[in-house]
């Protein structure tokens, strides 16, 4: 089956454009686009419909809710995305620079983690308490990792058994971060997945002011997802080793 790439971008009018590449990661091509006559941004990638759908409808219960998110722009036909592309509003602001700018991140995350209790699975995902039986999930493969840090990552999943679940952005990074006087921004949801919200406030200035055994817990859970989905690269091998021996 061939498909249309970025041709798809002509099911969002005649004159929809592409302007500029975007930094987007390496999952994704990413562009600033021109929709109607307004900046908006188009994500190209090879994510399934089902996997598409749940980030859609995600992005759409938030902006309902609230929140500012990039939201969907449906094509011509009332579409959300076409062959893998999905165009989105733009979202204006900068990152988070300040103790207090953390502070405001750490309330965006917890509105976001109550207003999805209960939100079905991404589809393909699995959560970090599913990887202490499951081996495999969207990007991660344990079996690529040597034993000893599967299991050191799984006695630290192992520690959030029972915790309620909900959506987690799990890309919360400055440059994923668009803030103004008057609100907080989260862009980038592709890595967005159910798990449990610790994984989410692991923040700088320990601005979701965890007490100290919780906040121990959740860097250890945190650490051991980002060496699991990112193995085996030097960012991965290094939070490996944030990760306590067994």
Not at 141 to 151: H, I, K, Q, T, Y
Not at 192 to 199: A, F, G, I, Q
């Amino acid at each position: 089956m061939t498909t249309l790439g970025w041709k798809a971008l002509g099911q969002w009018g005649e004159d929809a454009a592409r302007i500029e590449p975007l930094a987007g990661g390496v999952a994704n091509d990413v562009w600033s686009v021109r929709v109607h006559g307004q900046l908006a941004v188009g994500r190209l990638g090879a994510r399934s419909d089902a996997d598409l759908a749940w980030e859609t409808k995600l992005l759409q219960h938030l902006d309902r809710e609230g929140l500012t998110v990039p939201v969907p722009i449906p094509t011509t036909d009332g579409r959300l995305f076409v062959d893998g592309l999905v165009v989105m509003t733009y979202v204006e602001g900068g990152p988070a620079e300040t103790e207090s700018d953390w502070s405001r991140v750490a309330d965006t995350l917890r509105r976001l983690h109550q207003l999805t209790q209960g939100w079905p699975q991404r589809p393909g995902w699995r959560s970090s308490t599913d990887l202490l039986h499951a081996a495999t999930g969207t990007k991660i493969d344990l079996g690529a990792m040597p034993p000893e840090g599967v299991a050191r990552c799984r006695a630290a999943w192992a520690r959030l058994i029972g915790r309620q679940t909900c959506v987690v952005h799990s890309d919360h990074n400055p440059g994923n971060i668009r803030m103004t006087s008057k609100r907080v921004a989260l862009i980038d949801w592709d890595e967005s997945h159910v798990d449990v919200p610790d994984l989410d406030l692991v923040l700088p200035h320990n601005a979701a002011c965890l007490d100290g055994d919780e906040l121990e817990i959740a860097a250890q859970a945190s650490a051991a997802w980002e060496a699991a989905v990112c193995w085996d690269d030097e960012f991965a091998i290094r939070r490996l080793a944030e990760v306590r021996a067994v």
